[in-house]
């Protein structure tokens, strides 16, 4: 199952309280060259154009789908291309990406790579979640660990290669940044119910492993994620406190 942006964009509004937040970081500047990693179906990317007056910003994701609904966001000044992030290159006023590189592993050197691409007294901002130690993450692994799901996905756990803050804060001191600012919020959410927890990750953590089960396992996998988030979070409406991390550095 590929990114669906319907799906993904259904709690646009609970995603857009940290992208505002990280925006607020940011050394706004005339005329600024910005990258945004992983820009998704577009919306942000083109809140965050919008936020920087006289900037040329190009959006660049793997995914197809998601590109396609960016690409009707498209003006001068605003620009979408479909490009790896790890391929990324280039020098950039500002690097920026928003829920998008907790796909991606080895932050150790991730992190100095993004401020390699910023010039001097440019700046990276990111977010990224941290709370994969949530029931909505730790029940996925317990589904998946249950048969046919587990031979289904030949054994395959998500890891998540997410770092503490301190481990941050030091990686980009020790790349070269300056100015550093980096912490963890707790965003609180609160949902219908515990389906809607299940809706909210079947757009983003539940698709790797819906990439790689069978399509007659989705539903079952659905089904049996959701009996143990009922049984989880029985309160209507349904608190999710989403822990993040949100961070900026200009490069010395
Ligand atoms: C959760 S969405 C975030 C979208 C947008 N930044 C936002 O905050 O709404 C994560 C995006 O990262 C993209 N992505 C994940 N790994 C990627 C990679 N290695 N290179 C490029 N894009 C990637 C996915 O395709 C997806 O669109």
Known sequence: MPWDPERYEQFK??????????????DVREGMRVVDLGCGPGPLTQRLAE?????????????????????????????????AIEDVDGEWDLVFTHAAIHWLSDHASLIPRLLSLVRSGGQLAVQMPSNFGHPT???????GAKEPFRS???????SWPVLSVEEYAELLYASG???ITVFEKVYPHVLE??????????????????????DDL???FM??????????????????GFRRILFVASRR
């Open 13 to 26: 509004k609970e995603r857009a309280a940290p992208f505002e937040d990280l925006l607020a970081m940011i």
């Open 51 to 83: 936020e920087l007056p006289g900037s040329d910003v190009l959006g660049i994701d793997s995914s197809e789908e998601m590109l396609e609904q960016a690409a009707e966001l498209a003006r001068p000044g605003l620009r979408f291309e479909q490009r």
């Open 137 to 143: 993450h730790t029940l996925i692994d317990e589904v």
């Open 152 to 158: 289904g996905m030949d054994g395959y756990v998500r």
């Open 177 to 179: 940044g300056s100015d």
């Open 193 to 214: 119910d515990a389906d809607a927890l299940a809706d909210w990750m079947s757009g983003t953590a539940l698709v790797p492993y819906m990439e790689r089960l069978p």
């Open 218 to 220: 989705h539903a079952p």
């Open 223 to 240: 089904d049996a994620y959701r009996v143990l988030l009922r049984k989880r979070f029985t309160a209507k409406p349904v608190f999710f």
